[in-house]
Structures are given as structure tokens and as C-alpha cells.
């Protein structure tokens, strides 16, 4: 009888542990990629982008809910530009290209790189000049503000160690020039730091500059050749409703999970360009609102289709934005297939995305130069008629995003704000003439209330002016 049992419960058992390790596997083969190729991508961008000391990148890389990553082994090779992490057999490797930054080997793809006729040194552009839209001076007056200063202070200050802030930058400018300036331990006014999802904002400009340019109509289909088929409905998508989160398009932006359509465009496929266009229609075109990686980075492509040339798409932030504004630290950086990574990836320091910030103050005129459209401020700033709380306008948000909106989201002054994942924010308030810039490495959002810091700034410059 017993040896009857054991040969009906072995196998049983044989099954039951199979399925278990297969469930386990199922689980944890995306987690270590999104894990191994988060880290290797983000030392690599730290390293030879923001060129911080590999220890800094990863002291401030593996905190918090992230201290996990200090189990992935991880290795630079300086001489070659590569990072490359790796942990239970999972390995992933992260490239660094002049004017490109970094990008993760995936799909056998070869890397871009920019043509030497097209690569710009970074070169120092400010100067002791007083203009409107050089930000080289403190003050418009010639003094400090101290109460402004006290607060931009205490923007760096935790007072809950549980959930710190990190905050690693502030500029605030008024008048066209520095009122206020700060930064952490390790960071300078050289630093260039990620903007995560400031980037769709930019994603805004660089349309704008092609409208400008006669080049793009935001009110026609986009230039995606892959939806223009005999009953396709996403041929009926326009570039506003992409820029307004309205695309209809389906896509997962769940970030607590690994198989989520953001983790595996960011993490899993090395041609984003065929993964975003090839997602299904869930909703007709400017009828649902949601908030959408796979938009910014199809506009990414619809500028590719539209300047056709890759050597010239690959040019062309520099060429249309960086270099007007004298963003000399500007990094736009792609994936393996050369497709710009719109929805998050621009590498900047807090001087060049206050720079621009005053674009937008200036609607969207540079040094006397219009770089935008007349009206396409105006445009930006108006809500997505989808959006109920009228709170996104054209890859800008209107209202502080609720997560770091604090108890009470109410500013004394309509501003409009580029905001990124980990508390980074450009906030542009154009009846007080201000932008105030926030960068940092928040990984709970609550700890960081910016509708309570902008409140404070915007109360000390009152102040200040009375």
C-alpha cells in the first residue's frame, strides 16, 4: 500500500514542483530584466552623460524601493562606453554614443551614432552679458532674496527619513535671469540630470519647431505609414490627439508590473518604434484621455517620417532647440534602433531646462528668434477636450499632477508645468514672469509637495517685489 502511494504522490509532487518553478520563472524573468536593464542603462547615462563618478551613480541609484539593485553585478568598460549589468544569468548591456547617451543593446540592433558633420562639442554659452534670456545673473536687483533662498533651503532639507526627497537641484528665474540657485551634494550647474517625462514636453517643442517649418499639421493624421490601411481606425489619428493623450491607442502604463507595456518598451524591445505603432485601437481617436508613454515616443517617430533622413532626425534637436537655447548640456537619447526615447529620456542640467522653461515664457520666442509657432503656447496650455479635469493640455500638464500635489494643489497663479517621473519639474507661471525648476530622486512621491513649494516661492518673490 505505501509503495502504491509513494508512486502515485511522487509524480504528483514531480508536477506540482515543475509548475511552481515555471510560475516562478514566469514571474521573475521580467522582473530581473526591467531590473538588470534598468541599472545598466542608468549607470551608463550617469557615467558618461551627467559624468558623475560611477560611486555617486550608484549610491544614489540603489536607494529606497531600488536598494535591490545592489545584488545586480555591474561593470564599466570607460575605454569602450558600455555598462553592462547582470544577475542570475540575465545580462544586459548599455552603450554610450557621443550626443546620443546611452542606449540598451536589445534585438541584435546596431547602435546609432551621430555623423562627425553633425556632432557639436559641448562648449560653455553663457556669458556676463545682462540679456532677458541669458541666465547668468542672481538678480534682476543685484541682491539676494533672502526669504526666497530659505526656501529653496529647505527644499533640500528631510524631514522624514522614511521617505526622503533627494532633492539635487533648484533655479529659479525671473526676469529672464537666476534669482535663486541650489543643488546637492555631488551636483553642480554642470550636472546634467534625467528629466524622465519632462521629455514629452520637449517632444512639444520639437513638433512646434515643424509646424513652424511648414513640415507638420497637428490637426492631420500622423505620419505613420503602418495605420494607413483600408479600415486601419488609427488612420484617423492626429498629432494633437497624440500630443493631448488621446490617441485612443492601447497600452498598459502599469509601472509596478514588469510585463506592462511601459516596462517592456523601456526595458524589453530595442526597436520602440515597431512596438508603440503596433498597438491596437481600444477607443476612437479624441474620445478617451489617458496618460501614455507609447504617444510621446510615436511622435518620435512621426518626426523621423517626416524629416526622412536618419542622419538629419538624429541632428535635429540640436539643430531645431538645444543649440538655439544654448542648451549645450542637452542629451536626447535613443533606443537600439536609433529611434529618440520621447517619453523619457532627456539628460539636461537645471540651467538648460530653465532655459527651457523662458521659451515658453517668451511664447516661444528665443533672443528675438520665433522658434514656435505664434499661439502654440497658447495651444499647449489649452486643456484636451477628453480630459474631464481639464488638467493636461498638449504634453504639458496644467495642474500639478495629483501625486505630488500635497493636501491642497491650488496655486495663487495659472502656471504650466513639464513634470517627470521622481519629482522633476519645469513650472512656468507667465503673470509673475517665473520659472522655477526642481530636479531630484524621489522615489515615493509623496514626500515631495511641489503645489506648496511653488507656493512659497511664489509668495517670497511677492514679497520680494512689493
Not at 549610491?59 to 536598494?67: E, G, I, P, R
Not at 525671473?174 to 534625467?194: C, K, M, N, V
Request: aromatic share 8%; net charge neutral; glycine share 8%.
Amino acid at each position: 500500500m505505501a509503495s502504491r502511494l509513494r508512486r502515485l504522490l511522487l509524480p504528483t509532487i514531480g508536477i506540482g514542483l515543475t509548475c511552481a518553478l515555471g510560475a516562478s520563472a514566469w514571474f521573475l524573468a521580467p522582473v530581473l530584466s526591467v531590473g538588470v536593464g534598468h541599472k545598466a542603462r542608468v549607470l551608463c547615462s550617469g557615467v558618461f552623460v551627467s559624468k558623475r563618478t560611477p560611486a555617486a551613480v550608484l549610491a544614489d541609484l540603489q536607494v529606497d524601493d531600488l536598494s535591490v539593485l545592489q545584488y545586480v553585478n555591474s561593470s564599466i568598460d570607460i575605454a569602450a562606453h558600455t555598462v553592462t549589468a547582470r544577475a542570475l544569468g540575465v545580462e544586459r548591456r548599455a552603450v554610450y554614443r557621443e550626443g546620443l547617451g546611452c542606449a540598451l543593446e536589445l534585438g541584435n540592433l546596431t547602435q546609432p551614432g551621430l555623423l562627425e558633420s553633425h556632432r557639436n562639442p559641448r562648449v560653455a554659452t553663457e556669458s556676463s552679458d545682462s540679456t532677458e534670456v541669458t541666465p547668468t545673473e542672481w538678480s534682476v536687483a543685484g541682491h539676494r532674496n533672502a526669504q526666497l533662498d530659505a526656501v529653496v533651503a529647505r527644499a533640500f532639507e528631510e524631514p522624514d527619513a522614511r521617505y526622503p526627497r533627494r532633492t539635487r537641484a533648484v533655479v529659479v528665474m525671473q526676469g529672464g535671469r537666476i534669482i535663486a540657485e541650489h543643488y546637492g551634494t555631488g551636483i553642480g550647474s554642470d550636472t546634467a540630470l534625467a528629466g524622465w517625462s519632462m521629455s514629452k514636453s520637449v517632444m512639444n517643442a520639437l513638433v512646434g519647431v515643424l509646424v513652424q517649418e511648414g513640415r507638420l499639421t497637428v490637426d492631420a493624421p500622423a505620419p505613420i505609414p503602418e495605420w494607413h490601411q483600408p479600415g486601419d481606425p488609427r488612420a484617423r489619428i492626429t498629432v494633437d490627439q497624440l500630443l493631448r493623450m488621446t490617441s485612443g491607442l492601447r497600452f498598459d502604463e502599469k509601472q509596478d508590473s514588469p510585463r506592462s507595456d511601459v516596462m517592456r518598451m523601456l526595458f524589453g524591445v530595442g526597436d520602440i518604434a515597431r512596438f508603440v505603432t503596433s498597438r491596437d485601437a481600444a477607443f476612437a481617436p479624441g474620445t478617451h484621455w489617458e496618460y501614455s508613454n507609447a504617444c510621446s515616443n510615436i511622435i518620435s517617430v512621426a518626426i523621423r517620417n517626416v524629416l526622412r533622413d536618419h542622419s538629419t532626425y538624429l541632428a535635429f534637436p540640436k539643430r531645431a532647440l538645444f543649440d538655439p537655447l544654448g542648451m549645450s548640456s542637452a542629451v536626447l537619447e535613443t533606443d537600439a534602433a536609433g529611434t529618440f526615447i520621447g517619453s523619457s529620456y532627456l539628460y539636461a542640467t537645471a540651467r538648460d531646462w530653465a532655459r527651457f522653461g523662458m521659451l515658453y515664457l517668451r511664447d516661444g520666442v528665443w533672443n528675438g528668434a520665433r522658434l514656435l509657432p505664434p499661439g502654440w503656447v497658447d495651444y499647449t496650455r489649452t486643456p484636451a477636450p477628453a480630459d474631464e479635469a481639464k488638467r493636461y493640455g498638449a504634453h504639458f500638464w496644467l495642474e500639478i499632477p495629483a501625486e505630488y500635489a500635497g493636501s491642497n494643489p491650488r496655486l495663487p497663479a495659472p502656471a504650466l508645468h513639464a513634470a517627470g517621473h521622481e519629482g522633476q519639474f519645469v513650472t512656468i507661471v507667465p503673470s509673475r514672469d517665473l520659472v522655477i525648476v526642481r530636479l531630484g530622486r524621489t522615489r515615493y512621491p509623496h514626500a515631495w509637495d511641489h503645489a506648496a513649494f511653488v507656493r512659497d516661492v511664489l509668495a517670497s518673490v511677492h514679497r520680494a517685489t512689493q
